[in-house]
């Protein structure tokens, strides 16, 4: 699958192909390792930018409380949060 | 006006392949109408070790004929949240759109649970909120209940596609493979295709 921004697939497939390769050989075995942390870090940050310029931030943050997102409150939200308008 | 559908279902696979299959459920051929996944966060809780993902969704929109004068065709965006939890085989989706809303919010929540034969049982629920009024409350409800079961017949045919690639095939090439039990083979060294 391609990621909203065509600049970002690449950097997605490089997560996806870490995630896949994690999941199925450390998580399902009960590792609780981190390998995938640098590569999904270049992703989220090309993805943001795409998500900023295109003003979907603001929609994504506002129901990500409402479908019990235990991520709602993390620090990178905050940062995106005081930069949008407060209720 | 709530409507509330629920079905269960067992898919003749391990938890651990179905779970995997279910992540990596995109794209498959009966789901042209989802055009991009990304992951929005990624997290494993070190204390319980489950694990936490957000992904944004975007699918084409197909409105109907009789929508058409109150809704855009816009591209419609899903935020999906995955919670997995592998020692207890557990994985529970919701998805909820983040589009359209003002015409109806569906949210779904799907749980695939690791059964004692070694197979999976899914249970799907759907919720359906539509407050748009203009008479049209009806036509939504059946609108739904017909846009559920459709919806529901393609991603099994989906995941049934995945699934099959999974166990025959050995999914995107890992060199670790799932046996039916869902156990690790060891690494081969070579070739990534599994022949049973």
């Known amino acids: 699958m391609d990621s909203i ?22 998580f399902l075995n009960g590792e609780r390792t981190n390998d995938c942390t640098e590569v999904f870090k270049k992703y989220q940050t090309c993805l943001r930018k795409v998500l900023g310029e295109r003003g979907l931030t603001k929609m994504i943050d506002d129901a990500r409380p409402s479908i019990g997102s235990v991520f709602a409150n993390d620090s990178v939200d905050n940062e995106q949060k005081k930069s949008n308008t407060s209720k | 006006m709530v409507k509330f559908y629920q079905q269960k279902y067992s898919y003749e696979y391990s938890w651990n392949t179905v779970s995997f299959a279910f992540l990596n459920r995109y794209p498959n051929p009966f789901a042209t109408h989802v055009l991009t996944v990304d992951t929005l966060d990624h997290r494993l809780d070190a204390q319980t070790g489950e694990l936490h993902i957000t992904r944004l969704l975007r ?21 999906e949240e995955v919670t997995i939890d592998a020692q207890s085989g557990k994985l529970v989706s919701k998805t909820r759109n983040i589009t359209h809303t ?9 749980t695939l649970l690791a059964d004692n034969s070694g197979h999976t049982m899914c249970k799907n629920e759907t919720s359906i909120v539509s407050n748009i009024g203009y008479g049209l409350n009806s036509r939504i409800e059946n609108f739904s209940l017909s846009r559920f079961t459709d919806n529901l017949v393609k991603s099994r045919k989906g995941m049934h596609y995945v699934l099959d690639l999974a166990q025959r095939k ?26 049973d």
């Open chain 2, 102 to 110: 003002r015409l109806m919010k569906v949210e779904e929540t799907q």
């Open chain 2, 170 to 195: 050995g999914l995107f090439g890992q060199r670790m493979r799932l046996d039916q039990t869902g156990a690790p083979l060891s690494a081969s060294s070579s070739g990534t295709t599994l022949v």
């Open chain 1, 5 to 26: 921004g065509d600049e970002c697939t690449p950097l997605k497939r490089e997560y996806d192909a870490c995630f896949t390769k994690w999941y199925s050989e450390k």
């Open chain 2, 59 to 79: 699918k084409t929109n197909s409105v109907p004929r009789w929508a058409r004068s109150i809704m855009r065709g816009n591209d419609a965006y899903i935020l």
